[in-house]
């Protein structure tokens, strides 16, 4: 018997980090899932591709653009944070396409510049420093909850991902720029017909605990799944979260 085809899975990646943060889903889900992690614009190699603010609209159009490209007529989404504020308008606009729905740290809120608080003037930093040491540090704090950043043992973050954050361009403040003045889409949520899964940390600062739960309460088919750690569930707690997000994908 021939076994079936792995169902396509796109993965949508948080600013600041990459396409590499699903590394650990998309091994693990080998010959379960077909995963299609595509670089957002203005971040990785496309940060030189805009001069402009990206907005989550634009993000949206161009990730439909791969799918379309793809020729997909059915997937699920996976997406962190701004790569979650993206696959709820996706999934908001084609509900016909999405099988499932994970949300990683996410909301679909509008960010106020109260809600930012000590981040507020991140962008600016950014564009006018780039990403030194300091601004890396304040970066980690929002990617990463107090329990990870506190466990000298998790060298994957504290090397790997401070380093490649150090490397970061400041051209990436288009698309830090889209994250920050992005505006709500709360209202799309009750359009969502596929199974939803979101993942939510109790240190979350980024997103805190009460947005995911603003999901939760909007997306008609939704479950939670909330943890002791920060924004980045995937690499934060990869053993835990990992297997239950590929259980969800896949049964």
Do not use: N
């Not at 949206?60 to 504020?85: A, F, H, N, P, W």
């Amino acid at each position: 018997m021939t076994p079936p085809t792995p169902a396509p899975v796109v993965c949508l990646h948080s600013l600041f980090l990459d396409p590499r943060m699903f590394d650990g889903l998309v091994a693990a889900g080998e010959g379960r899932i077909r995963a299609i992690v595509p670089e957002l614009p203005g971040q990785v190699s496309r940060v030189g591709e805009v001069s402009r603010t990206v907005t989550m609209d634009d993000v949206t159009e161009d990730v439909l653009g791969t799918i379309d490209e793809l020729g997909l007529e059915r997937y699920s989404l996976v997406g962190q944070s701004m790569g979650g504020d993206v696959a709820v308008r996706i999934a908001a606009r084609r509900p016909e396409s999405i099988d499932k729905i994970v949300l990683l740290g996410s909301s679909a809120r509008a960010q106020s510049r109260e809600d930012l608080g000590e981040f507020a003037d991140l962008p600016d930093r950014i564009e006018r420093e780039g990403f030194t040491p300091e601004i890396v540090d304040i970066v980690m704090t929002i990617m990463f909850g107090a329990t990870t950043l506190a466990d000298d043992g998790r060298r994957d973050i504290h090397g790997t991902w401070r380093s490649r954050i150090g490397e970061l361009s400041p051209r990436l403040v288009h698309a830090v720029r889209g994250v920050f003045e992005r505006e709500g889409c709360t209202e799309l949520l009750p359009s969502i017909t596929a199974p939803a899964l979101i993942v939510s940390g109790t240190e979350d600062l980024g997103r805190p605990p009460a947005w995911s739960d603003e999901l939760f309460d909007g997306i008609p088919d939704a479950r939670l799944l909330r943890y002791k750690q920060g924004h980045s569930p995937v690499l934060e707690a990869p053993a835990l979260v990992v297997p239950f997000v590929l259980d969800f994908l896949t049964t």
